[in-house]
């Protein structure tokens, strides 16, 4: 089973400032099958990013993801206030797996 | 619109048994896989079964082989999942999701808004 060990677990930014995730998996995520999703309290998970750079439908470009083989990024370049919530990566190479979640918290 | 409402949670004692429903809309059913992904309280996302399109192959994560059971009614384009011998650690809100195709690519577009399952004496 592929683990998936996000970084930090939670980061503290100001509004319009640059927030690097990062997603790290124990072993090489074939064919960069590698997701993020947003999670505001009380909902489900909304789909950001998936094949490790692709933005899905209705995403702003504000978030962008990058990396391969074991070390993933997701990238929000200026955050707004509705972006302070909790974000996973998920590898779908066959099976899946989740990691932890970080969590974007207004300093 | 794609739309997915689960439905079927509650608080239950252990080893019961209860089988949650998800309604989908919005799409053709039988040509996409779906999975149940669960969430305890306050903690992270656990993918927990997946049924293929077509040959319907179905999928389970070790922690609930063997006691949880995933079909779907294409007729109704519903999905289910049985549960029996719950255990407290089963508690959480489950998450019926759609996948991005027939089989072998879960990545889950479109979620619904989850139901919450209780397991405790």
């Known amino acids: 089973e592929i683990v998936l060990t996000q970084s930090p677990g939670t980061l503290s930014l100001s509004p319009g400032e640059r927030a690097t995730l990062s997603c790290r998996a124990s072993?090489?995520?074939?064919?960069?099958?590698l997701a993020w999703y947003q999670q505001k309290p009380g909902l489900a998970p909304r789909l950001l990013i998936y094949?490790?750079?692709s933005r899905a439908t209705g995403i702003p470009d504000r978030f962008s993801g990058s990396g391969s083989g074991t070390d993933f990024t997701l990238t929000i370049s200026r955050l707004q206030l509705e972006d302070f919530v909790v974000y996973y990566c998920?590898?779908?190479?066959?099976?899946?797996?989740f990691g932890g979640g970080t969590k974007v918290e207004i300093k | 619109e794609v739309r997915l409402l689960e439905s079927g949670g509650k608080f239950i004692q252990p080893g019961g048994s209860l089988k949650l429903s998800c309604t989908a809309s919005?799409?053709?059913?039988?040509?996409?896989?779906m999975s149940w992904v669960r969430q305890a309280p306050g903690k992270g996302l656990e993918w927990v079964s997946g049924?293929?399109?077509?040959?319907?192959?179905?999928y389970y994560a070790d922690s609930v082989k063997g006691r949880f059971t995933i079909s779907s009614d294409v007729s109704e384009n519903t999905l289910f999942l049985q549960m029996n011998s719950l255990r407290a650690d089963d508690s959480g809100v489950y998450f019926c999701?759609?996948?991005?195709?027939?089989?072998?690519?879960?990545?889950?577009?479109?979620w619904g808004q989850g139901t919450l399952v209780t397991v405790s004496s």
């Open positions: 919005g799409f053709t059913f039988k040509k996409f896989a």
């Open positions: 999701a759609k996948e991005w195709g027939a089989i072998g690519t879960p990545l889950f577009d479109f």
């Open positions: 094949a490790a750079s």
């Open positions: 998920q590898q779908y190479d066959g099976s899946v797996t």
């Open positions: 072993q090489s995520v074939k064919n960069n099958y």
């Open positions: 049924v293929a399109a077509g040959d319907g192959t179905k």
